[in-house]
Every structure is written in C-alpha cells, then in structure tokens.
C-alpha cells in the first residue's frame, strides 16, 4: 500500500473495482493520474485521468 500510495501515477486494469482487495487499494492513491482499463464502466471513471472500456486483452495487443 505505501507504493500505491507515494505514486505519482496508477493504471488500473481488469477490474470493476468492486470486488476486494482490488477496489479497497485504490482508495489509497493520492497521486494525479489514474488510469482505468476496463470493459465496463467503474464508479471511479470520474476520477481517472484516462478511461479506456475495453478488455485489458485487446489493449495489450495495440500497445505491444
């Protein structure tokens, strides 16, 4: 947790974030940019920086 929190920056993906442990660690990060990779909307789309619905499959493959 002090990694997620002390980032300056925080990708997030594959997760709707309302499953456990993964939708608690993200209420640790205080830093600026935050990046959701997701098929579905999260409840946190309002604060990411960056919002990408898409599986995280298919955008690994555009970026490699």
């Known amino acids: 947790m002090e990694f ?3 980032a300056d920056l925080l990708i997030i993906g594959g ?3 309302v499953v456990y ?3 608690g660690l993200i209420q640790h990060f205080k830093g600026k940019n935050l990046v ?3 098929k579905t909307m999260t409840s946190y789309d ?3 920086n960056l919002v990408i619905n898409e599986p ?3 955008v ?3 970026i490699i």
Request: proline share 5%.
């Open 4 to 6: 997620i929190t002390e």
């Open 15 to 17: 997760t709707s974030l």
């Open 21 to 23: 442990p993964a939708a």
């Open 36 to 38: 959701l990779i997701n």
């Open 46 to 48: 309002n604060y990411a």
């Open 56 to 58: 995280i499959g298919e």
């Open 60 to 62: 690994f493959k555009k």
